[in-house]
């Protein structure tokens, strides 16, 4: 993969670079970096089309440029008529660029964003609707480990819960210190706004703002303002193409649970590869793409053998018929949206997608009857396939569930070449974003064809015995991973299951891609293309407004308890492994604060904590429960036992992966008995689903940790 991703960065750097547009102004409040302080109104227009009256209006010549003088094409962007509800909000200010400065100047830290709301906060967040303190934290781009030029450093804070759609926010600092103590200075021409020497309606609005809240004037170091895009915004083009696609099957009340219409057309291993993952015992291949296994061997020599499996009776593959709305032939990667008057994907007519799949079927129909069906998600760049590995099995087979995948398009095995050609040129990157909505209408056709009395259980590979294998009366999903962070954003517009099991999952790339060991091989494309370090947070958050079209940070208020028009309210498991090198926890935090989940108690031994972190999250009193769950899981500290490294540290404060030790994302909860207990109570029908404790008077503990220190 590293090869592969590395060898075409030249072919990126080499593209043709836009003829310049006409100069554009930036935002004389901090001359560093043109589009900072950021995210920023000063870069909107009057749109009285759009929800929040405002729409994004960067200029070319205002975007970061790569390595080839190639400045990032906005058009995209600027489709947005607010910013990300995840946004990182970055300015530069010189002499807060050491942790000395910060910790002298007492900026609200990650570990405990409940001093958000002390009287006296340097950094604080207003929602200008409801003139409230948000919940944030604070931190610097480079930790002092990186040994970064201080001239690089920028501040940057980071809402904790994410920011209510439509709203406006204003963002102000003030009695900033450097390392030794000294106030830093507000900078001109802010001071002159702030003291009154240069009137200016936009800076008087936001003093007026501040004033309502109580945050005098006189002491600021900067203020600015934001607004987070609507609801539709962020949400209108996966909307568009569910409902149309839906509307062709003949179901236009997505809402009722109930399963009207055709299913989706199916075939069962049209022109698929004859390999299958290495991880089945005994490959069995038919012709017909279904692979049958017999029971394990008995007798004198127990144990499974070629061909056989006591965990699964079949694996079928195929592939299922779904609506293309890329401009794209039959979905290939590359494609994008086309956009009608309305704003809303346009569709070549006729165009369709043969999204492939993978199912296993348990043997457990055989003693216990139809199973029940799940979407299956697989993690980062792999495909449906995934769906045969071990943790799905045992899932499967244990809890009587028939689990079918599909690839995330966009973010799949075949989408690799793609991402890197992106990474090195970032105007690409809508091919990812608009993919990655195809790729939620694939698994949505594909769960349709699971649940519909036409689809699958019409045909002889989901029949055992002479009976049905799949219970077709509700769907459910489960992920880990990236099928984690992509599964939330899928539950939100999910028209046929209710219930979610989301492992080591988060949300909001923009976070969490420096935060992961995973990036460390796409980091050298994009940091190459991309050298300006100070820019480094205004590039992820510009990719973020994009990646929220297919991923839970712009979804995350409506999975749960404030659906979507015409789709079902959804539950959800949100199981975290603590000090996770690949899925930050300080996301999933956010994530878990923005969908209302409910901790599980107690969470972690106290010498696992760093502080306060785990504030503004309810918890869960009384078993068995419903709503949704948040579950922390944990491998136990940095050790030796019986001379094998055990254990992790706790989650770095700092804007870096977690490096050391066994890495929680996998053994996660998934690989534990009684995790997969949990979710099995779960994932049931609205009237017998509920949230056990699996873990009685403790934390939940992984790879064999009973606690101690």
Same mark, same amino acid.
């Given at each position: ?22 100069? #554009? +102004? ?14 920023? $109104? ?27 003088? @190639?400045?990032?094409? /906005?058009? +995209? ?32 830290? !990650? ?26 934290? %604070?931190?610097?781009?480079?930790? $002092?480990?990186?040994? @970064? ?14 920011? +209510? ?13 450097? %390392? ?8 001109? /021409? ?34 600015? $303002? ?56 005994? +490959? ?15 007798? =004198? ?118 991402? %890197? ?79 979610? #099991?989301?492992?080591?999952? =988060? ?17 050298? !494309?994009?940091?190459? %293309? ?34 979507? /028009? ?35 108690? /107690? ?42 490294? @055990? ?38 029908? $609205?009237?017998?689903?509920?949230? !056990? ?17």
């Amino acid at each position: 993969m590293r090869s592969l991703v590395l060898a075409v960065l030249c072919l990126a750097l080499l593209a043709t670079v836009p003829a310049a547009a006409g100069a #554009a +102004e930036c935002d004389d409040l901090d001359p560093s970096v043109c589009l900072y302080p950021w995210p920023n $109104d000063r870069f909107t227009k009057p749109d009285p089309t759009t929800d929040t009256g405002k729409r994004l209006d960067i200029g070319l010549d205002q975007m970061p440029r790569n390595a080839a003088g @190639k400045p990032i094409d /906005p058009t +995209e962007i600027n489709r947005n008529d607010g910013f990300s509800p995840g946004s990182l909000i970055v300015t530069r200010v010189p002499g807060l660029d050491s942790q000395a400065a910060f910790d002298r100047t007492g900026l609200v830290p !990650i570990t405990d964003p409940k001093q958000s709301f002390d009287r006296n906060q340097p950094a604080v967040l207003i929602d200008a609707t409801t003139r409230r303190r948000q919940l944030i934290w %604070a931190e610097l781009e480079y930790p $002092d480990e990186l040994g @970064k030029d201080p001239s690089v450093q920028t501040l940057v804070l980071h809402p904790a819960r994410n920011l +209510e759609e439509g709203h406006r926010y204003v963002v102000a600092l003030r009695n900033l210190r450097r %390392a030794d103590g000294s106030v830093i200075p507000a900078p001109e /021409p802010f001071r002159s706004y702030r003291d009154g020497d240069e009137p200016d309606a936009r800076m008087d609005s936001i003093f007026r703002t501040l004033a309502r809240a109580k945050i005098r004037r006189d002491n600021l170091y900067l203020a600015w $303002d934001f607004t987070v895009a609507s609801e539709r915004n962020l949400s209108q083009r996966m909307l568009s193409i569910r409902d149309r696609a839906f509307a062709e099957l003949g179901d236009e009340d997505l809402s009722d649970l109930e399963v009207e219409g055709e299913s989706p057309a199916f075939a069962i291993n049209p022109d698929l590869p004859d390999d299958l993952p290495s991880q089945i015992p005994g +490959e069995a291949r038919e012709q017909d793409g279904i692979v049958n296994f017999a029971p394990c061997s008995a007798g =004198a020599s127990p144990g499974c053998e070629q061909g056989e499996s006591d965990r699964l009776v079949r694996i079928v593959r195929g592939r299922v018929l779904v609506p293309c709305f890329l401009s794209t032939p039959e979905c290939v990667e590359g494609g994008t949206f086309a956009y009608e008057s309305d704003g809303v994907p346009l569709r070549i007519p006729g165009n369709m997608a043969a999204a492939p799949f993978t199912c296993i079927v348990p043997r457990a129909v055989l003693t216990r009857g139809p199973a029940r069906p799940a979407l299956y998600g697989h993690g980062l760049l792999g495909d449906g396939g995934q769906v045969t590995g071990g943790a799905a099995q045992d899932l499967a087979s244990e809890h009587d569930i028939l689990s079918c995948g599909t690839d995330w398009s966009g973010m799949s095995t075949e989408d690799l070449p793609n991402v %890197a050609l992106l990474l090195a040129d970032l105007s690409r990157f809508a091919s990812l974003a608009d993919r990655g909505q195809q790729g939620m209408l694939n698994f949505l056709f594909l769960g349709r064809t699971m649940i519909h009395p036409e689809g699958f259980s019409s045909h002889p590979a989901f029949t055992v015995d002479g009976k049905p294998a799949i219970d077709t009366s509700r769907l459910y999903y489960t992920g880990g991973s990236q099928g984690g962070i992509m599964g939330g954003a899928l539950t939100a517009v999910a028209p046929d299951f209710t219930r979610a #099991a989301l492992g080591v999952p =988060a949300m909001n790339y923009s976070i969490l891609l420096q935060r992961s060991i995973d990036f460390d091989t796409y980091a050298q !494309i994009m940091y190459r %293309a991309y050298p300006n370090e100070l820019e480094r947070p205004l590039v992820l958050s510009l990719v973020q407004l994009l990646w929220d079209r297919a991923e839970a940070n712009g979804y995350a208020h409506h999975m749960t308890d404030d659906p979507y /028009p015409d789709t079902p309210p959804h539950e959800v498991i949100l199981n975290m492994a603590w000090g996770d090198h690949q899925v930050t926890n300080w996301a999933t935090l956010v994530e878990a604060r923005t969908i209302g989940a409910r901790l599980r108690v /107690p969470a972690l031994e106290p010498f696992r904590r760093h502080d306060d972190e785990l504030y503004g999250i309810p918890r869960i009193r009384k078993y068995p429960a419903t709503g949704s769950l948040f579950g922390i899981w944990d491998v136990g500290p940095l050790r030796q036992e019986g001379g094998e490294v @055990k254990g992790t540290p706790r989650p770095p404060v700092g804007n870096v992966p977690n490096r050391e030790g066994v890495d929680p994302h996998g053994p996660d909860a998934s690989e534990e008995a009684t995790g997969r207990a949990q979710v099995g109570a779960f994932l049931r029908p $609205d009237a017998q689903s509920r949230i !056990i404790d699996v873990c009685g008077a403790s934390p939940c503990y992984l790879d064999g940790w009973t606690g101690s220190p």
